[in-house]
């Protein structure tokens, strides 16, 4: 009983997340587009959705082959978010891994996949649970959950 109690409160606090990050977030506006065969620009947003006290610690890199852009490390508080941007080149390999680090825990994903990706929209809304990465579809307004491996 408790454990699906936890579990709807972890979904009601994500999707709530995401809602107030889509709702606020102006990151793109006025910004112009690449030329067409430039590729494209997507903005990445990572919310805590841990627990009221986890500070989650992320860092990000491109991961994709001959390129080392490491973003940094950031730490994000609870329901705090961290944005940064991403040129995806026309290849469709364009992929950018970050590790999460909070509490005792310590997971690896690939937060963005240009090929996974392009479909979502140029705006991407991670948010960031104990069982696992969750990214707002803009497509069908819902949100895919996937387990940390």
Request: glycine residues 8%; charged residues 20%; contains cysteine.
């Amino acid at each position: 009983m408790g454990s699906t109690f936890a579990k709807r409160r972890g979904v009601v606090v994500v999707l709530l997340a995401v809602a107030l990050s889509v709702l606020t977030d102006h990151t793109c506006d006025g910004q112009e587009k690449p030329e067409p065969g430039q590729g494209e620009d997507y903005h990445v947003k990572i919310i805590n959705a841990l627990s009221e006290s986890a500070v989650l610690t992320v860092n990000c890199w491109r991961a994709d082959r001959g390129h080392a852009d490491d973003l940094g490390s950031q730490e994000i508080y609870s329901l705090a978010d961290y944005t940064f941007d991403i040129h995806a080149d026309n290849t469709f390999l364009t992929t950018y891994k970050c590790r999460f680090d909070w509490l005792h825990e310590s997971h690896e994903f690939l937060i963005f996949y240009h090929a996974r990706d392009m479909i979502r929209g140029i705006e991407l809304v991670w948010s960031i649970t104990s069982s696992g990465p969750c990214v707002f579809n803009n497509s069908s307004g819902g949100t895919i959950c996937y387990e940390w491996s």
